[in-house]
């Protein structure tokens, strides 16, 4: 079953955030774009390559309006030693969300029960709290957060431009379609 269209439950978590433990809710997400970026665990070989690309596109994601929330089930504690002791997430400014009890992986239907770590998911949700795409890779898989800014930017513009759609590889100020009327139920 598909995701797309589905709204985020309420939630509450503690976060790293800005060198301290912060409270991140449900309602701060609203309002805003929001990227929620799933990986397994902190202190591992493939998350920090990825925490590390969001991070250097953090700003990006900012310019375009969108928060970035790393997600995984590490105490928010164990985030905040991770980010004191590695090279590669000293960098990260963004908040990393401490989903201990997997309410988050759950909802987002990435909790591998085995091992109550999450699936390497990014998930773009829209401002009202629903999920408009996502993408899910397996575990030895990094992925890019070049691509994630290329996917939430496509999906700010249908969002805006209702009757238009963006085409394979779309980037701001490319060329969109505008399906006819016969067509529009074969996107």
């Known amino acids: 079953m598909s995701l797309i269209g589905k709204e985020i439950s309420d939630f509450k978590v503690e976060a790293f955030h800005e060198n301290d433990i912060k409270t991140v809710t449900?309602?701060?997400?609203?309002?805003?774009?929001?990227?929620?970026?799933?990986?397994?665990?902190?202190f591992t070989f493939v998350c920090p390559t990825e925490l590390a690309d969001l991070a250097a596109n953090y700003d990006k994601f900012k310019e375009a309006?969108?928060?970035?929330?790393?997600?995984?089930?590490?105490?928010?504690?164990?985030?905040?030693?991770?980010?004191?002791?590695?090279?590669?997430?000293?960098?990260?400014?963004?908040?990393?969300?401490?989903?201990?009890?997997h309410r988050l992986a759950t909802d987002f239907e990435v909790l591998i029960e085995e091992s109550g770590q999450a699936e390497r998911g990014a998930f773009i949700?829209?401002?009202?709290?629903?999920?408009?795409?996502?993408?899910?890779?397996?575990?030895?898989?990094?992925?890019?957060?070049?691509?994630?800014?290329?996917?939430?930017?496509a999906a700010q513009f249908v969002a805006e431009h209702g009757d238009q759609v963006c085409p394979a590889n779309w980037k701001p100020g490319a060329d969109t379609l505008k399906p006819s009327v016969e067509l529009s139920g074969q996107l």
């Open 125 to 153: 949700v829209d401002p009202e709290g629903k999920i408009q795409v996502y993408i899910v890779t397996a575990g030895g898989v990094g992925r890019s957060a070049s691509e994630i800014l290329r996917l939430l930017e």
């Open 26 to 42: 449900k309602d701060d997400v609203l309002g805003k774009w929001s990227i929620f970026f799933f990986y397994p665990a902190d």
């Open 65 to 101: 309006g969108a928060e970035v929330y790393s997600v995984s089930s590490d105490s928010a504690h164990t985030h905040k030693a991770w980010h004191e002791h590695s090279d590669l997430i000293k960098n990260v400014n963004y908040p990393m969300l401490a989903d201990t009890a």
